[in-house]
Nanobody, 124 residues
Framework: QVRLVESGGGLVQAGGSLRLSCVAS????????MGWFRQAPGKEREFVAA???????FYPDSVKGRFTISRDNAKNTVILQMDSLKSEDTAVYYC??????????????????WGQGTQVTVSS
């Protein structure tokens, strides 16, 4: 059974940085893609970053140049480094796993596995 566990959320001032981690376990496939999404209260879930098995990445314009996604395949871990944080980055952040391994998709429905989420709060 696939399990994703996020960590690293917290409270930070605007302009600061946070580093989120997501560890995957219970995997029955070798290659997979990972994504990060976020959801603020009263808003729809929003794509944040994605990385495929070979390390190709994709970001929306809202975080490009501020957020960096990376992975350590040996440790089944994906990292989201968030710099220059803004108050509008406040949300619950979720990691998600896509068994395809080939794509770095911004579409939530292609990810069948999700973590429980970690809260990120940016104070202005």
């Amino acid at each position: 059974q696939v399990r994703l566990v996020e960590s690293g959320g917290g409270l930070v001032q605007a302009g600061g940085s946070l580093r989120l981690s997501c560890v995957a376990s219970g995997l029955s496939f070798r290659r997979y893609s990972m994504g990060w999404f976020r959801q603020a209260p009263g808003k729809e879930r929003e794509f944040v970053a994605a990385i495929n098995w070979s390390g190709s990445t994709f970001y929306p314009d809202s975080v490009k140049g501020r957020f960096t996604i990376s992975r350590d395949n040996a440790k089944n871990t994906v990292i989201l480094q968030m710099d220059s944080l803004k108050s509008e980055d406040t949300a619950v952040y979720y990691c998600a796993l896509d068994p395809s391994g080939l794509r770095a998709s911004p579409i939530a429905s292609v990810y069948p596995y999700w973590g429980q989420g970690t809260q990120v709060t940016v104070s202005s």
